[in-house]
């Protein structure tokens, strides 16, 4: 759940304390939720899911450590840092705290400094953790798409290949034509998922060089276009891409390969006899141009939106004509404009089509 600050779940039955705690985490900038009950608390836990939970031990029906034990037991709120912070100072109950899951066990009376320090290591720690979680799923994900979507097409391309090596002498000159074409058509496609696939990697380890420079615009849409055409051609799709002359300050290649992949995959999930419009369209106020590329192909549900920029939720949808995609060309056109300090929208209707846009700074004068 994002959120725009930390949200702290304090607990505690004596609402004055509630009252003096909630009140200096506040001024530290942090949203605070409270609970007055261990039933409460486990109840606000798993609706509200915040960041971290300061947990009083000595409350009536259910204490502290049943209440630790029970949100460490549920999986919906197990990884939710808890912070005892109570009156009892026993060694025995410090070490019972830490043993039911908690990361911090602060004594009262507490010191501000020391508890605000506290807190802030521990969402940090957290912090840390999601990003390396997040990390291993992009990487489980990233291995996935190589071992699926580039074994399917390299098979074809060996199968086809051992065909004609095996029976050159037999096959009809038409016909090993349709097989080099059907063999070219594969290679394409696997060249391409592999140029996404580096490009993407390069971006996750930090080694991609951003280079900006001001350019035509109308000059990349004209060789993606070119470079396209045919493409579109073969669906009998009408591809028309504006040449409005626009000159911006961007990474030249990394805009390519964000047209390239748009327009691509317009193409993929636009059926014969569709259209798709590359348009250009300039904000002189706010120095920023719009790049929209709107197809009138099958188009999205809004579950498929929900989860069209994760790489851990992404799937390969074939085409209308069965064509082959990862789904990894769209997550490096937002993580390539995002570099730019730039965004990338989605409007898209079922059965309708889907227009992406994209915005660029736009070149200063002279």
Known sequence: MQRSRPLLLIVDDVSKNLQVLGSFLREADYEISAAVSGKQALAIAEELHPDLILLDIMMPELDGFDTCKRLKENAATADIPVIFLTARTDAEDIVKGFSLGAVD????????????????????????????????????????????????????????????????????????????????????????????????????????????????????????????????????????????????????????????????????????????????????????????????????????LEGLFDITQTKSTPGTEKEKGSGLGLILCRELVSLHGQELHVESTKGEGSTFTFTLAMAEEG
């Open 105 to 304: 066990y602060v004594t009262k009376p507490f010191h501000r400094q020391e508890l605000l320090a506290r807190v802030a290591t521990h969402l940090a720690l957290r912090k840390s953790q999601e990003e390396l979680r997040q990390t291993i799923r992009d990487k489980d994900k990233f291995f996935s798409i190589i071992a699926h979507d580039l074994r399917g097409p390299l098979g074809s391309f060996m199968s086809i290949a051992e065909y004609v090596s095996e029976n050159i002498t037999e096959i009809e000159t038409a016909d090993v034509k349709t097989l080099f074409r059907e063999m070219q058509h594969t290679g394409k496609g696997v060249y391409v998922l592999l140029e996404n696939l580096l490009e993407w990697s390069r971006i996750q380890l930090g080694t991609i060089q951003y280079n900006p420079e001001v350019f035509d615009l109308a000059s990349v849409l004209e060789r993606t276009y070119n470079l396209l055409r045919s493409q579109a051609e073969q669906k009998q799709i009408t591809l028309r891409v504006d040449n409005s002359q626009i000159n911006v300050y961007a990474d030249r290649n990394m805009i390519s390969t964000v047209a390239r992949n748009l327009i691509s995959n317009a193409i993929k999930y636009t059926p014969r006899d569709g259209r798709i419009s590359v348009t250009v369209m300039q904000r002189v106020d706010a120095r920023t141009v719009y790049v929209s590329v709107q197809d009138t192909g099958v188009g999205m549900d809004e579950k498929r």
